[in-house]
């Protein structure tokens, strides 16, 4: 397969997921409500560095203790339990908008703290594991015949893809949220807040065998 083509796979691969909604969306609506629309792209870096460390540990086997029933269980339980603390945050957060703060300090810790929310997210996200010891690992096994070039061209598909679609996301919030009353943003965060805790909750459940 040509790098061209392949690249066009892994964009559309990787947006066919980034558009279905899940824990990495309700961030990003979350915290582009609350810091503007840097938020997207910043938890698309942590998100990076998240996909960048699965793809190391592909490439050199590290993965392969993973991949026991035992193993994805502890992962989704602790990933639930990591969703649960995000979802109640969420739900308990006061602010109703972008408030546009001008100060660097803010901007730096913001910025550092969007990339470890990026980051926690992804790794708690236990589908997202399964997907990577699954069809990323068929994906990546199969590139890395080809050189590591193969490989990085489909890394930078499957990463513009979270990054164009979940900017798009953090434009609408954080340029159309200033037109909607501050009680509807609030209500919003503590419906992504719920969301996030349903989901953990339902996670525990099938770790439980009980779902």
């Known amino acids: 397969m040509s790098y061209p083509a392949l690249f066009a796979l892994s964009f ?5 997921g980034a558009l279905a909604p899940g824990p990495l969306l309700a ?10 629309f840097k938020s997207g792209p910043l938890i698309v870096a942590g998100h990076a560095l998240a ?3 699965m793809v190391f540990l592909i490439v050199f086997g590290a993965v392969n203790f993973i991949r026991n029933p035992l193993a994805l269980k502890s992962i989704s339980a602790a990933g639930a339990l990591i969703l649960f603390f995000f979802g109640i945050k969420m739900s308990l957060s006061r602010e109703s908008g972008y408030a546009g703060p001008s100060a660097a300090g803010y901007r730096a810790r913001s910025g550092k703290n969007l990339i470890v929310s990026g980051l926690g997210i992804s790794i708690a996200n236990p589908y997202w594991s399964i997907w990577w010891l699954t069809a990323g690992l068929g994906i990546i096994s199969a590139s890395q015949r080809q050189g590591w070039l193969t490989i990085a061209v489909f890394f930078a598909g499957h990463i513009l893809a979270d990054l ?10 954080s340029k159309g949220g200033k037109f909607l009353p501050a009680g509807f943003l609030a209500a919003l965060n503590r419906a992504l807040g719920l969301l996030l805790i349903g989901f953990a909750f339902w996670l525990l459940l099938k770790c439980l065998g009980l779902k």
């Not at 961030?27 to 503007?36: A, D, L, T």
């Open 164 to 173: 164009a679609w979940y900017s798009v996301v953090s434009l609408a919030v």
């Open 12 to 16: 559309t691969v990787a947006l066919s």
């Open 27 to 36: 961030s990003v609506i979350y915290e582009s409500n609350r810091r503007g």
């Open 51 to 53: 996909e960048a460390g």
